[in-house]
């Protein structure tokens, strides 16, 4: 029988969460974060509803931001330790993604360690660095390790300061975390990181805004490329055309909420083979149990025959990452 594999779901140990706040005094989460490491309530919701595995990738992208390296570093080494941990316990159920949450020599001995040491099946990166975009040429190191180890790349999106009041209703998560998606993605392709290096990338929430403005990023360029005089600020690459294709070679999730419209939209954009069943557990309402509830109802109301919507469920990760 065809697997449910859930492609983006996040996860901490108590083990870690206790280090962050004793040994380094951090204070980015309130409430009670014991939701993220209660695997008995993990497994029990992904058999109620079908899901035979998921990926773990770690929680709390915002902790990484402003922090020196040498802290980064120990912290990233914890953090992937403990995740290859929780799957060691149950590797029927659990897929390990490390993090590299920056890019230096060590870090990318991180890299190493995650895919040969630790058997790692990718790893997660952010949509920007403390702020900076991620096809600098100081990043590219990272797109050069994923194409060496041939280690696909789970993008989550980061905070970066907008305006002062953009959190004073979670905009800046609501929305923001889509847009700077978005940003990201058109950096890797106008910036020549995807000519470049050959590396899979699977992007959350749908793809942010990518589907739903495909046609507007041909246009734009053509528009750009037919009129130059008009646009002498901006630096085009020479990129065949239609240019959305190159934002087509992108994986994207559909952690979107369990909007039956905003999965057809991203599987209209990304097609059969480039979309993935995600649902952002065990965060949401329920703790996860509504996204998971809902998105699976999604894909099932999908136009979509039998062998695209197992794919969707499970297949395009299993190629991905077995």
């Not at 922090?67 to 330790?81: I, K, P, S, V, Y």
């Amino acid at each position: 029988m065809p697997e449910t594999i859930d492609a983006y779901t996040h996860v901490l140990t108590e083990e870690f969460y206790d280090t962050l706040v004793e040994e380094y005094d951090f204070q980015g989460l309130t409430g009670d974060p014991s939701f993220l490491w209660d695997l008995d309530r993990r497994l029990a919701d992904m058999d109620e509803y079908g899901v035979d595995r998921q990926v773990l990738t770690l929680a709390l992208p915002p902790l990484w931001r402003g922090m020196d390296d040498q802290t980064a570093l120990e912290l990233t080494r914890l953090a992937n330790d403990e995740v290859r941990r929780i799957v060691d316990d149950h590797p029927d159920r659990f897929i390990p993604v490390g993090t590299v949450p920056m890019v230096n020599d060590e870090f990318m001995r991180e890299f190493d360690r995650c895919i040969d040491d630790l058997d790692m099946a990718g790893i997660q990166m952010f949509s920007n660095v403390d702020g900076e975009p991620i096809d600098r040429p100081k990043f590219h190191p990272l797109f050069e390790r994923a194409e060496r180890h041939d280690a696909p790349l789970w993008m989550h999106p980061q905070l970066h300061e907008w305006y002062d009041w953009a959190s004073e209703y979670m905009e800046h998560r609501l929305f923001g975390w889509p847009f700077d998606t978005t940003l990201a993605l058109s950096r890797l392709v106008f910036g020549g990181v995807t000519e470049q290096y050959d590396f899979d990338l699977l992007a959350h929430h749908g793809g942010g805004m990518v589907p739903f403005y495909g046609g507007r990023i041909d246009s734009f360029v053509r528009t750009r490329r037919e009129y130059p005089e008009n646009y002498a600020d901006t630096d085009l690459p020479d990129l065949s055309e239609p240019v959305s294709d190159h934002f087509r070679e992108f994986y994207a999730d559909t952690a979107v909420s369990g909007s039956t419209v905003a999965h057809d939209c991203a599987h209209g954009f990304f097609g059969d083979d480039r979309l993935v069943f995600g649902t952002d557990y065990p965060f949401g309402p329920g703790r996860g149990r509504e996204w998971t509830e809902s998105g699976l109802l999604a894909v099932d109301e999908m136009d979509l025959d039998d062998g695209a919507r197992e794919q969707v469920l499970g297949g395009n990760l299993a190629d991905l990452v077995d």
